[in-house]
């Protein structure tokens, strides 16, 4: 099967879209037999003139572990397989964005997609080593919990995270609605560890959320590009329009991607109709061109984009295209560097490639593959610092603005700091075509 996204994460995506195409292992392995067949006794060795071809020499490192490993009962055909094809594909070097995905990782990566899964209602991220709770989703079993942002996860069902990994945690955390699962975590600004125990419900994740900040600033945050992204950032920039403000702030940090239609159509919100988004190019240097709608009717308020290290894939597209045609200015840390467009190529056992076949470019050719975005402003977060999370409809205080640094910044950006002055930042799309 092939679907189109252009996401990273584990988190970072719907139904799949496009006509499927069934890909027998024997692509990968040459008609190669899980079990038996793979331990029969190994042809006479090659002639000077022979060479032996990767598929051989894969069959009989699979032969040897199977006869002469000491702990037999290890050698679990499926999960050996699923290791040597991830490694395949991690040994391309595409920083995690080629990948292979287990059926069962599949089956959340879709959901992640489709902007649903079960779980317990909070997003994470890594820093500094550690898994912090990023986001509490409203009415979640988290928040229900009493789990806040900034808490440190310690271990999922007795599991320390650090052997686990951050997609790891997500795959323990996420499983079947209705069933348990117990964190352990600790809250820095307390000195306290504590344990919970919640039910699995089943999520809808938040795409957008919006605030009004000091001096009629609009705040949008997008938390990745699954299906229905565009359409709740275009209620929430109606909404913030009709209270009157001056200037827009969009959130786009820890986004770690999504579907390029949703990219695309974003940036129609506000960039001018029939405007380049960006250009993908296959191996063979065919080029793709993806414009905003010619029937768009986009904002074109001041506007600040905030992006942080783990703002990948969908999410640069965005930001690059504002940041191209000087629609708007880039606040943060440099981006992720994830700039290949992925094709789901699914296999016969129900697992998945997730390949990089193309190289996307922005409007005025930066090649974003490994480099990310260079932010205008740079700014980092302190260690206990955590990127401020309003909720829907909430009115910022000055107070809460201190408390995250990079949307304090973005904020003098538009209004100069001193609340007499108006928004500064030019409203104009300069170049766009």
Not at 100 to 129: C, F, K, N, W
Not at 336 to 345: D, K, Q, R, S, W
Not at 373 to 401: C, F, S, W, Y
Not at 411 to 424: E, F, K, N, S
Request: charged share 20%; aromatic share 6%.
């Amino acid at each position: 099967m092939q679907t189109t996204n252009v996401n990273e994460n584990r988190a970072r995506p719907p139904a799949p879209q496009g006509p499927w195409i069934l890909i027998s292992l024997a692509l990968f392995l040459a008609g190669l037999l899980i079990g038996q067949a793979w331990r029969e006794p190994l042809a006479p060795a090659t002639t000077a003139a022979e060479v032996p071809t990767p598929v051989a020499i894969f069959s009989e490192a699979w032969t040897l572990l199977h006869e002469h490993y000491v702990d037999p009962a290890a050698l679990d055909d499926k999960r050996l397989l699923a290791g040597a094809l991830r490694g395949l594909a991690d040994a391309v070097g595409d920083n995690g964005h080629t990948r292979y995905l287990t059926p069962e990782e599949l089956a959340q990566h879709s959901e992640q997609l489709a902007g649903e899964y079960a779980g317990v209602g909070i997003e994470i991220e890594e820093r500094d080593g550690l898994i912090i709770v990023r986001d509490v989703f409203e009415g979640s079993p988290a928040q229900r919990a009493g789990i806040a942002v900034g808490d440190v996860l310690v271990a999922v069902d007795g599991l320390p995270v650090q052997e686990l990994g951050l997609d790891g945690v997500v795959q323990h955390v996420r499983g079947q609605e209705g069933t348990p699962v117990t964190l352990t975590l600790e809250r820095p600004s307390e000195s306290v560890t504590f344990e919970v125990t919640l039910v699995r419900a089943k999520i809808r994740a938040p795409l957008v959320r919006w605030a009004l900040l000091p001096e009629q600033v609009g705040f949008v945050r997008i938390s990745s590009f699954s299906s229905g992204a565009t359409d709740e950032a275009r209620a929430a920039l109606e909404r913030l329009e009709q209270v009157g403000v001056r200037a827009l702030i969009l959130d786009l940090r820890g986004n770690p991607g999504g579907l390029v239609d949703e990219a695309v159509n974003v940036s129609g919100l506000f960039l001018p109709p029939d405007t380049v988004v960006f250009r993908s190019r296959d191996r063979t240097g065919n080029e793709t061109t993806y414009r905003t709608k010619p029937d768009s009717q986009p904002t074109m308020l001041p506007l600040v984009v905030l992006v942080d290290r783990d703002s990948a894939s969908a999410a640069e597209i965005v930001a690059g295209a504002l940041q191209d045609y000087g629609r708007a200015r880039i606040v943060g840390e440099r981006t992720f560097g994830t700039g290949t467009v992925l094709i789901e190529f699914r296999l016969q056992d129900g697992s998945a490639l997730l390949i990089g076949t193309q190289i996307w470019v922005t409007p005025n050719g930066r090649v974003i593959w490994r480099n990310g975005i260079e932010p205008d402003v740079p700014v980092t977060l302190g260690t206990n610092e955590m990127p401020l999370a309003p909720r829907n409809g909430q009115h910022v205080t000055l107070d809460d603005l201190r408390t995250d640094a990079q949307l304090t910044a973005a904020w003098q950006l538009l209004t100069g700091g001193d609340p007499a002055q108006t928004a500064v930042v030019h409203s104009e799309c300069i170049g766009c075509r």
